[in-house]
């Protein structure tokens, strides 16, 4: 479902997710961000290691697959976890 570039997927505990694919008009990527409720600073949304996209439809993939992958929606630790597992993921494949 979208709306306004808003996404959201079901998480495993069966909230919605929220996520948007942010355009960043100066290196033209997209960086996937999650809408979350405990992130430290106080900011509603956060981004992580290797968020960034060379096409929106490769930011919403991602945002997809973290986001339904995450056992509590909002919850920023949660989030981040799933986020630093990826990156290791990919880093290792380098």
């Known amino acids: 479902m979208k709306v306004k570039n808003e996404f959201f997927a079901t998480a495993k505990d069966g909230k919605l997710q929220k996520f948007n694919a942010y355009p960043v008009l100066k290196t033209g990527k997209y960086i996937t961000r999650f809408h979350v409720v405990n992130y430290p600073p106080g900011h509603p949304q956060w981004s992580g290691k290797l968020c960034s ?6 930011a919403i993939a991602f945002g997809y697959k973290i986001a339904s992958s995450v056992k509590k929606a909002g919850d920023w630790p949660a989030v981040k976890h799933l ?3 990826n990156a290791a993921y990919k880093k290792a494949f380098e």
């Open 53 to 58: 996209f060379d096409s929106q439809e490769d």
């Open 83 to 85: 986020v630093d597992i």
